[in-house]
C-alpha cells in the first residue's frame, strides 16, 4: 500500500523543518526557506529577491539568477512549493491540536463548500456511485465555451482573474520599493516559522531571553491561525506562484476516462474534486473554483480517486479532442484570463 | 497607485457586474480584503520611521542603508559564522532591526574568518542579497564595526583588581594601561572586533561589580560610542 500523500506532505514540510533546524545549530549554511543552499550557494525566494532589488535599486546578480531559476521551477512545478513544503500548512494544522473538534467540523463543512463544483455534488455527497441524470450530465457538460455567455464561475474563480492575494503582492513590492526595505518579509509566516525555530533554539541553547519570543510566534499566530484562508486569500507568494504557474503544462492531474466512474459508468461521483483543497475539480474544470494554476500538485485527487483513474504525467498526454481533458481546459483558462 | 494600475487593466466585464461584482469581476469582499492587505503592507513600509536603535552590524554591514534595503532575514550569515559571533537582532533593537545580523560577542570575537577563510569573511560570501557587501580592499583593520566602551563602574580593573583580559586580548593594540593598570580603550585603533568584549570576566564577578547588567567592556555602534 503507497504512503497517503497527505501523510508524505507533512512529513516532507517537517522534515524540511528539521533540516532547517539542523542547519541553525551547525555552520552548513543550510539557510531557511528564504535562501535555502549549502555554504554559500543559496537559491533566493523569490519575493526576497525582487524585494531585495527594489529596495535597494540595484541588480544583483545572485537575486536575478535565483529569480530565473524559480520562475523555471514553478512553470515545471506550478504552486507544489505551497503543497509540499511550505511550513505553513503545516503550522496551521496546530489550530486542529487545540480545538480538535470545531477544526474538524470546519473542515468538513469546508470541503463540502469547495468541493460543491456541480449541482450534484451538494445534492449526493455520500452517493458515488449513482447514475446521472440527462440534466445533470448537461450540467456538468457546460463549459464557458458553449454556453454562450459568460459564466458567473470563470469570474470567480481564483487565479483565472485578480483577487486579494494579488493586491498583497502589488502593496508588499510598492512599498518596498517606496520605503526601501523587503517589507513583507518582515510579517512573512515562513520567514517568521523559522525564525521562532530558532528563537526556541537560542533560548535553550544559550538563554536567550527576548520579547521577540512572543511577538513572532503572535505574529505568525495572527497571520495564519486567526486568518485561516491565508495561502487562498492573502499570501504574496502564492500569487506570485500562480501567476507564474498559468504557464505550468507538466504534472497537471489527468483522468483516464475509461477507469473514471463518471464517463466509464455514467456515475456522480465527484470525489477528486472535493478533496482538492484549492477548490479545482479536475472531472469538471469549468466548474471549478480555481483555475489550474492554483494546483498544488498535492494529488489529493489522485489519492481520492476510487477508480484510481487520476494520475499526474510528466507531460500532458495527447487526446483526441476530449473536451474535458485538463490540459485542453488550461489553454482554454489561460486564454479567458487574457485581457 | 497600483490598485488603480489593476482597475484600469482589467477586462470589463457587464456580465460580472451585473451579479453584484466590482468593475474587476470580483467579489466586494475579496476586493476590501485585497486593498486592506495592500494597505497593510504600505503601513508596515512606515516602520521604517518608528526609530530603530543602531546596532554593530558584521563586516560589510556597516552601510546601514544598504543593509536594511537589502537583508531578508534569511539568517545565513548566522548560520554560516564559524565562531558564532552574528546573531540575529531582537525586537527591542527596533522592529525593524529585528531578525536583521548583529553581533554578540559574549563567547567569540570576528577576525574576519582569518583561519577558516583566510580573512575575507564568511558571512559577505555568503549574503545571498550582498546585503553585506564590502567596498574593494577592504581589510579588518580598516572596517569599524563599532568601538570598545569600559564603564568604569563595572570593571573590575577600575576596582583595583588587576584584571587585565581585555588588554591582553585586544589584536589591534588598541587597549592601554595606565599607572594603576587600569584599561582605556584607544579609541582610533579599536575597530570593534569584540575580543575584549569576549573574554571580560566582569559580569561572572557579580559581588565585586554590583548591578551590572552587561560587561564592563562593550563594543558599541560608531555613533553611539561617540555621542
Known sequence: ?339 | MKNDETHTDSPDAPAERAEGKTRIGMTRRTLCLGVGGAAVMLGLGGLKYAGSQSIIRPPGGQDEERLVSACIRCEKCYEICPRDVIAPAHIESGVLNMRTPTFDFSSNWCDWCTEENGGQPLCVKACPTEALKLPDGATAEGTIIGKAVINTDWCLAYKLIGCRFCYDACPYDAMQLDENDRPAVLTDRCNGCGACESVCVSLQNGSISEGATARAIVVHPLDEAEG
Request: aromatic share 6%.
Open chain 1, 1 to 339: 500500500m503507497k504512503m497517503n500523500s497527505k501523510t508524505l506532505r507533512i512529513l516532507v514540510a517537517a522534515a524540511i523543518i528539521i533540516v532547517v533546524a539542523i542547519g541553525f545549530v551547525t555552520n552548513l549554511g543550510i539557510g531557511t526557506m528564504s535562501a535555502p543552499g549549502v555554504w554559500d550557494i543559496s537559491i533566493l525566494c523569490p519575493l526576497g529577491a525582487l524585494g531585495t532589488m527594489l529596495a535597494s535599486k540595484t541588480m544583483v546578480p545572485r537575486a536575478v539568477i535565483s529569480l530565473v531559476i524559480v520562475v523555471l521551477l514553478i512553470i515545471v512545478f506550478a504552486r507544489a512549493f505551497c503543497g509540499w513544503m511550505c511550513p505553513v500548512p503545516l503550522v496551521q494544522r496546530l489550530r486542529g491540536l487545540f480545538s480538535k473538534k470545531q477544526a474538524k467540523a470546519a473542515r468538513t463543512s469546508d470541503a463540502d463548500g469547495n468541493g460543491a463544483a456541480g449541482p450534484d455534488a451538494d445534492a449526493q455527497p455520500e452517493a458515488p456511485a449513482k447514475p446521472l441524470t440527462a440534466a445533470e450530465r448537461e450540467a456538468l457538460s457546460a463549459s464557458c465555451g458553449t454556453s454562450g455567455a459568460q459564466c458567473s464561475s470563470c469570474a470567480k474563480r481564483r487565479g483565472a482573474a485578480l483577487d486579494a492575494r494579488h493586491f498583497v503582492l502589488g502593496g508588499a513590492l510598492v512599498s518596498t520599493f517606496a520605503f526601501g526595505f523587503p517589507v513583507f518579509c518582515l510579517v512573512c509566516p515562513i520567514g517568521l516559522t523559522f525564525a521562532t525555530v530558532l528563537l526556541v533554539i537560542n533560548l535553550f541553547a544559550h538563554g536567550d531571553v527576548t520579547w521577540s519570543l512572543i511577538v513572532v510566534p503572535a505574529l505568525l499566530a495572527v497571520e495564519v491561525l486567526a486568518f485561516r484562508k491565508w495561502c487562498h486569500k492573502l499570501c504574496p507568494l502564492s500569487a506570485f506562484m500562480s501567476l507564474v504557474a498559468k504557464a505550468n503544462r507538466t504534472f497537471v492531474p489527468t483522468i483516464d476516462n475509461a477507469k473514471c466512474l463518471e464517463t466509464s459508468k455514467s456515475a456522480a461521483c465527484g470525489l477528486c474534486g472535493r478533496a482538492c483543497d484549492e477548490g479545482i475539480d479536475p472531472r469538471h474544470p469549468q466548474l471549478s473554483e480555481a483555475s489550474w494554476s492554483e494546483c498544488t500538485k498535492c494529488r489529493a485527487c489522485v489519492d481520492a480517486c476510487p477508480a484510481n483513474a487520476i494520475t499526474m504525467p510528466l507531460l500532458p498526454k495527447k487526446r483526441l479532442g476530449k473536451p474535458e481533458s485538463p490540459a485542453a481546459s488550461v489553454d482554454s483558462e489561460t486564454e479567458a484570463a487574457k485581457p
